[in-house]
């Protein structure tokens, strides 16, 4: 018998306790995925900025061991709980349920999830999420995508990220959008740069997008499900 099957079980059931909670405090909250060093932090670090006055967000921060992360979040002036994972590779739902109650959600727009740096086991989790983005940096490869699928696959949106370096990289543009189309055709592709701020409006737009549709009830908040 396949052990992961009852543990999976056992998660999506809180995860979907967890999506009937966020959907009560008309919530976005979106799970982010990337491989160690894709510039995760950056990211949310400019972004919290950028959205500072337009939606009020929130991080919760996922990691094996260091606090670096949520200490650089923290600066950004927004409410930060740290998960420290020890050994597991992911965060579940159960993590989340617990963080969730050191959060001021009812002041909140917008929780981000930033997850343990992999794009392997975090793929099978759902937290309760309702939106999944996916980050693959310029300076990672063009094949990503088809190494990671099932990561890929369940993404709605996904970011090309330093883009800034993809010149001194000699970054395969082209490939890199074959990839993600192949695996994950259905997910919005938004190129960025953190530290240039190209790309950055348009992420930052469709994160108030989303949280308008949340808040007016609009949105399906749909479960990712295990094949």
Request: a negative charge; aromatic letters at 4%.
């Amino acid at each position: 018998m396949d052990v992961h099957v009852p543990v999976l079980d056992a998660n999506d059931r809180l995860a979907e306790r967890n999506r009937g909670f966020f959907a009560a405090k008309n919530l976005l909250v979106i799970n982010v995925f990337s491989s160690p060093g894709s510039g995760k932090t950056s990211l949310l670090q400019k972004t919290a900025e950028m959205l500072r006055g337009r939606v009020r967000m929130g991080v919760i921060v996922g990691d094996l061991a260091t606090d670096n992360d949520a200490e650089r979040l923290s600066r950004a002036d927004i409410p930060v709980v740290q998960i420290t994972t020890g050994t597991m590779c992911h965060l579940d739902a159960r993590m989340i349920a617990e963080a969730m109650k050191k959060m001021p959600l009812n002041d909140l727009d917008v929780l981000i999830i930033e997850n343990v740096g992999n794009l392997v086991c975090p793929a099978s989790y759902d937290l309760g999420e309702g939106m999944r983005v996916v980050l693959l940096s310029v300076t990672e490869g063009e094949d990503k995508p088809l190494k990671y699928p099932p990561m890929f696959h369940s993404a709605d949106v996904a970011l090309v990220t330093k883009s800034d370096l993809a010149d001194a990289v000699d970054f395969d543009r082209d490939a890199a959008l074959a990839a993600l189309n192949k695996v994950a055709h259905h997910a919005h592709v938004i190129e960025l740069s953190s530290k240039t701020g190209e790309g950055m409006d348009a992420w930052c737009d469709e994160i108030v997008e989303r949280a308008r549709r949340v808040r007016e009830g609009r949105i399906q908040h749909h479960g990712h499900h295990h094949h």
